[in-house]
């Protein structure tokens, strides 16, 4: 089959390339301003790749046309598509059929830690020796890779709660049919398709009302909007995580896993946070599901490497380390800034933050962002265009501490002029940033060798 595949370079959609690619098909497809690093992975696996969306691509004539949610009414691809009266399908509904048919999916679900928990479920099941084919919204650092298809049963898919395309206004991962899920937490976040926190939890409870009944939930016992999910019922297995759950993490060390009145052994994790150790109990609990012994999963959850994107260290200069993470939502801010200030105690943490995500955009969360970042010692904040809000007075409550900037270049020079050696620079944006972190690492080289 050949498959022509529109929004081809974000994450879900060049990872479901790459698997279709792996699957024996021909993989082709385009994206505005085709970029990297998707474009530079799928040239790679020798996807064929189209700039822009232009109708002159129907000479291509694939025998279907597989449509991302980025992809609107007006698009002149996809109006050619219509009117041509050509097939096309979501890519979740395409994976559906297509790679996930008859494989016992894991799906991790929630609003923040898929991402995470997800490359740590698939570094347990790889430890276990069960090779999981997988699909993930971002690079675990031990694979080096966001999706594999593999020949064995199981497969592990971050379970993303945004629609599907602009024909289907469901979530992606009612498409899945798992049979283990993990509701990690659940949050108010898509403001530019959901109004409210009431609309993404029935989102959630059509999830769990298309699990069979032998499925299971793994779900995050503090969380009050899960509850609310499951009290609207639930027809499968469920077993809780957190301070109430089935399965428990100690808060100090030693970090002892508790399953019931048991204890499972001891979490050595490399990385930092609450919010991680709780991660790694959602993923203790789901390969528990597929039979892996949890103290072959301690095991690899003492190896794993991480994610790129969280907290990952770009470069050190001068004495100033650059970190870069996805955090996009005022609770993730809050979470990411805690866990790195458990890792370096006193020392100073200026945040660089780019509020970029459709929600922070639409200022929905303006009021939460100034605590959000108050454990930051410093904290500068690009307010350029298409922020149709006050970025300086939500931060106002910060008081000196906080600036904003309107260009990309003033916030660089501010950075510069206020950094020292010692300094942990955490950029946080959940996209580019404009290429800041390679910027600000030269730019600190450049005035060492000055000096």
């Not at 790749?49 to 991302?68: C, N």
């Not at 490497?305 to 907290?311: F, M, P, Y």
């Not at 959000?372 to 106002?396: H, K, N």
Request: with cysteine.
């Amino acid at each position: 089959m050949h498959i022509h595949v529109l929004g081809i370079c974000g994450t879900f959609m060049g990872g479901l390339a790459q698997l279709a690619q792996a699957a024996g098909h021909r993989v082709s497809g385009c994206d505005a301003n085709v970029y990297p690093p998707m474009s530079d992975q799928l040239a790679a696996a020798g996807v064929e790749l189209v700039d822009g969306y232009d109708a002159g691509q129907l000479a291509l004539k694939p025998d279907l046309w597989v449509i991302g949610n980025v992809v609107t009414r007006g698009n002149p691809l996809m109006e050619a598509i219509l009117d041509a009266g050509e097939p096309y399908s979501s890519g979740p509904h395409w994976l559906s059929e297509h790679v996930l048919a008859g494989r016992h999916v894991l799906a991790v679900a929630g609003t923040h830690g898929k991402t995470t928990t997800s490359s740590m479920l698939v570094s347990v099941l790889e430890h276990a020796g069960l090779e999981p084919g997988f699909l993930i919204g971002g690079v675990p650092t031990d694979l080096g890779r966001s999706a594999r298809l593999t020949p064995a049963r199981h497969f592990v898919i971050e379970a993303d709660e945004y629609d599907t395309a602009f024909f289907d206004k469901r979530s992606k991962f009612i498409h899945y049919r798992a049979r283990t899920a993990v509701l990690n937490n659940l949050e108010f976040d898509h403001a530019d398709i959901f109004p409210d926190l009431a609309a993404i939890e029935t989102q959630f409870h059509h999830l769990v009302r298309t699990l069979p009944s032998r499925a299971r939930l793994i779900v995050n016992g503090d969380d009050a909007a899960l509850a609310r999910v499951l009290d609207r019922g639930c027809w499968s297995e469920v077993e809780f995580f957190g301070a109430e759950g089935h399965w428990r993490v100690g808060a100090e060390p030693p970090h002892r896993i508790v399953r019931g009145g048991a204890t499972m052994g001891t979490l050595r994790l490399g990385l930092p946070g609450a919010h991680n150790r709780s991660n790694a109990l959602a993923a203790l609990a789901a390969a528990h599901h597929v039979g892996v012994d949890p103290a072959v999963a301690l095991e690899a959850l003492a190896r794993f490497g991480g994610v790129k994107r969280r907290l990952e260290v770009r470069g050190t200069v001068a004495g100033v380390k650059v970190i870069d993470d996805f955090a996009h939502h005022p609770t993730a801010i809050r979470e990411t800034i805690a866990a790195l200030r458990g890792q370096v105690c006193g020392a100073r943490i200026v945040a660089v933050l780019e509020p970029r995500s459709n929600t922070m955009k639409q200022g929905v969360m303006k009021a939460q962002l100034a605590a959000s970042l108050e454990g930051a010692d410093r904290v500068f904040c690009l307010s350029g265009p298409g922020i149709g809000w006050d970025v300086a007075a939500a931060l106002a409550p910060l008081g000196e501490r906080a600036t904003t900037h309107d260009a990309l270049p003033a916030l660089v020079n501010a950075v510069l002029g206020y950094v020292q050696s010692g300094d942990h620079l955490l950029v946080m944006s959940n996209g580019a940033f404009g290429g800041i972190h390679g910027t600000l690492l030269t730019r600190l080289a450049e005035r060492t060798a000055a000096a």
